[in-house]
């Protein structure tokens, strides 16, 4: 090993350091990404690309920096063997590291935009139709509870109705409304 090392010229020692390095530490980001669920860019600042104030494409980040060091040694190292000159060499590594962080930015910048919001709108649950599962008393009177499936998951939410009578459990209900933001303003269902 000693041997190969010293055979190699300082340029070439240079790109060799760069590109194993820079692959154990993105080994080591993927194993904790995968692995323990630990996100390697917490902490670190990023530079937002996109002014309107949303996730945005992030481009400087931690992780896409480590892309472009690591793409950049490996291409970097292949062109000093395919006997390019020193100037080709580091333009095709500077290009191909840069490639690398521009698609590992909108790659990321995909996956953001596939997170779901999984905050409830109570808005979303004025039409449907569910059960009276606590009772509610007539005329708002007292506050129950309904079974809904709201947003694609079954919820046991407060309700109060106008109705002459209780709602009692089992009832099948419709929401019409939503009061304060809060509490579903639900009817006996009528087919």
């Known amino acids: 090993m000693a041997e190969?090392?010293?055979?190699?010229?300082?340029?070439?020692?240079?790109?060799?350091?760069?590109a194993l390095?820079?692959?154990?530490?993105?080994?080591?980001?993927?194993?904790t990404a995968f692995v323990i669920g630990v996100d390697t860019d917490a902490g670190t600042p990023d530079m937002d690309i996109d002014a309107d104030g949303g996730i945005g494409m992030q481009f400087f980040t931690f992780r896409n920096m480590v892309g472009f060091f690591t793409i950049f040694g490996w291409v970097g190292i292949a062109c000093i063997r395919a006997d390019l000159?020193?100037?080709?060499?580091i333009t095709l590594s500077v290009?191909?590291?840069?490639?690398?962080?521009?698609?590992m930015a909108w790659i990321f910048f995909?996956?953001?935009k596939l997170q779901e919001d999984g905050s409830l709108n109570l808005k979303n649950a004025i039409g449907l139709v569910g059960e009276v599962y606590l009772v509610i008393g007539a005329k708002?009177?007292?506050?129950?509870?309904?079974?809904i499936k709201v947003q694609g998951v079954l919820r046991e939410l407060d309700a109060l109705t106008d109705e002459e009578e209780d709602l009692q459990f089992g009832n099948v209900i419709?929401?019409?409304?939503?009061i304060n933001d809060q509490i579903l303003l639900v009817e006996k269902f009528k087919n």
């Not at 390095?21 to 194993?31: A, D, G, K, M, S």
């Not at 000159?85 to 060499?89: A, D, E, F, M």
């Not at 290009?95 to 698609?103: K, N, Y």
Request: without cysteine; proline residues 0%; glycine residues 6%.
């Open 140 to 147: 708002r009177s007292k506050i129950g509870k309904v079974q």
């Open 95 to 103: 290009i191909s590291g840069l490639i690398m962080m521009f698609l």
């Open 174 to 178: 419709q929401v019409k409304n939503i």
């Open 85 to 89: 000159s020193t100037w080709l060499v």
């Open 4 to 18: 190969w090392w010293n055979t190699l010229s300082n340029f070439e020692k240079i790109y060799w350091v760069i």
């Open 110 to 112: 995909m996956l953001g």
């Open 21 to 31: 390095l820079f692959t154990i530490i993105l080994v080591i980001q993927l194993i």
